[in-house]
């Protein structure tokens, strides 16, 4: 185990800024942990997808699957019946970055479906192979966070690993971990939809600094202690914008 956990969070799509955060990755000192959502609503999700798919098969990082992941995984299994939702969601940024601009509409969901499929094979069976949580040490990594109110958090459902928001963030922690998470952004957390600093409450950490909405993105960096450093950058091209 490495001495030092760098933590990321709800990237999509903005790769500059996730770049920004791995200049600051060093492989031969930190595990790298990506917490999921690296897709949609930004402009460069295919980026941000393939450099999430190269740090793991490269360094070894661990990167979960978020809520955004399994939108996408959903959309290809059954198009015609998520495409609506998808596209409302950030999907048509994701669809036209892995094909070409105005590619939803110039093809039936089915059609982008089946190009997709042809042309990222890899990339779909590595985004169906991505854990739902990571233990270190005393620390416990999830996209969106876990059922406290079961006796054992390990039997949280897939889908509540993915996607709980209020009965996680207001339930009290019995786990014996600290819980890091993403999935909502901190503005809401804080109550005032600005703040986009680290939110920290009964042994949780959400990190997700709501950069594609115009907040943040945080690289959160662990010891066994604590919170070591959080390195935040802005999103200064400003908020996205729904285009369908």
Request: with cysteine; hydrophobic share 35%.
């Amino acid at each position: 185990m490495q001495n030092y956990l760098y933590a990321i969070s709800d990237i999509h799509g903005m790769a500059d800024l996730f770049k920004s955060l791995l200049a600051e990755y060093d492989p031969k000192i930190h595990q790298l942990l990506l917490i999921g959502d690296l897709n949609d609503r930004g402009p460069k999700s295919k980026e941000c997808l393939m450099l999430g798919k190269k740090l793991v098969e490269e360094h070894q990082a661990i990167y979960l699957r978020g809520n955004h992941e399994e939108y996408f995984l959903q959309f290809l299994n059954a198009p015609e019946d998520w495409f609506a939702a998808y596209v409302r969601n950030g999907g048509k940024e994701t669809i036209e970055s892995l094909l070409h601009s105005g590619a939803t509409e110039e093809y039936s969901p089915t059609e982008i479906a089946l190009m997709i499929r042809s042309r990222y094979g890899d990339l779909i069976e590595f985004l169906m192979e991505r854990p739902l949580y990571y233990e270190w040490g005393k620390y416990l990594f999830v996209h969106a966070g876990v059922d406290l109110s079961k006796k054992d958090w390990r039997k949280t459902t897939d889908h509540d690993f993915i996607w709980i928001r209020e009965p996680f963030h207001k339930g009290k922690n019995r786990t014996g971990k600290t819980i890091v998470f993403g999935h909502t952004i901190t503005p809401m957390l804080h109550g005032d939809m600005q703040t986009t600093d680290l939110w920290q409450q009964d042994d949780k950490i959400g990190i997700d600094g709501g950069a594609v909405f115009g907040g943040s993105v945080h690289g959160v960096i662990f010891d066994d202690k604590g919170v070591l450093q959080d390195i935040e950058y802005q999103n200064l091209a400003g908020p996205w914008q729904p285009d369908f």
